[in-house]
């Protein structure tokens, strides 16, 4: 069975703050790792993953898959209240005759002011 | 047990045919959500119902229609299927804030 997992589930930082976040995941055909930002409505789409050490980045947002460990984080640095949201990790498997999305439980991040 | 299931996990049809996907969470939560993902990954939330009741209805063609017989079971129903409606298809589940589970996914192919 597919696993994906998050950790932490919920943090709490400060303003300013630099934050990491973890997902790792057990598919079978790995195809990409999807982050996304729950706000209050949909997910966000962040990063699409797909190659090993290769640092995606976007602002203070920067992602990086590790395939031969099964991992990827997330890091914000110079967090603002703004981040406050629920990170998710979703993994991409395809096969010839399957298509599989798996989603991690979420990070909860509270960013105080 | 799943905790949110959905049926069928694929789906190929013609344009122009009704189809209905079939959501359940056994989980007690209050909250279902439709979201579709599109080819480039993004997910768009189309609906989400909190205890039967429809919350949001996002700008969604009127062919998509929600249907919520009880709390456990949120259905998406579609009629006159174009090409565009090609994508996969998650239903998920929330306690309150933010979302919880996400179904499998159905993989929904127009022809």
């Known amino acids: 069975e597919d696993k994906v997992v998050q950790s932490p589930l919920s943090l709490v930082v400060h303003e300013g703050d630099t934050v990491t976040l973890n997902c790792s995941y057990e598919?079978?055909?790995?195809?990409?790792l999807l982050w996304y930002k729950q706000e209050k409505k949909a997910p966000t789409f962040l990063f699409m993953l797909t190659s090993s050490g290769i640092e995606k980045k976007s602002g203070r947002l920067s992602s990086i898959l590790d395939k031969k460990e099964l991992f990827s984080i997330l890091n914000i640095t110079a967090t603002q209240t703004g981040d406050s949201a629920i990170y998710l990790c979703?993994?991409?498997?395809?096969?010839?005759?399957?298509?599989?999305?798996?989603f991690g439980a979420g990070t909860t991040v509270t960013v105080r002011a | 047990d799943t905790a949110v299931s959905q049926t069928p996990k694929y789906l190929v049809t013609q344009m122009g045919n009704d189809k209905s996907i079939k959501c359940e969470q056994n989980?007690?939560?209050?909250?279902m959500y439709w979201y579709k993902q599109d080819s480039k990954k993004f997910l768009k939330i189309m609906f989400s119902y909190n205890n039967k009741e429809l919350i949001i209805n996002e700008t969604v063609p009127n062919r998509f229609s929600p249907k919520s017989p009880d709390k456990a079971h949120l259905n998406l129903h579609i009629n006159s299927l174009e090409l565009g409606d090609s994508a996969v298809y998650f239903c998920?589940?929330?306690?309150?804030?933010?979302?919880?589970?996400f179904g499998p996914g159905t993989r929904l192919t127009v022809l």
């Open positions: 989980l007690g939560h209050d909250t």
């Open positions: 979703a993994v991409e498997a395809l096969n010839v005759n399957d298509y599989k999305l798996s």
């Open positions: 998920a589940s929330s306690p309150g804030q933010g979302i919880g589970f």
């Open positions: 598919v079978t055909n790995f195809r990409s």
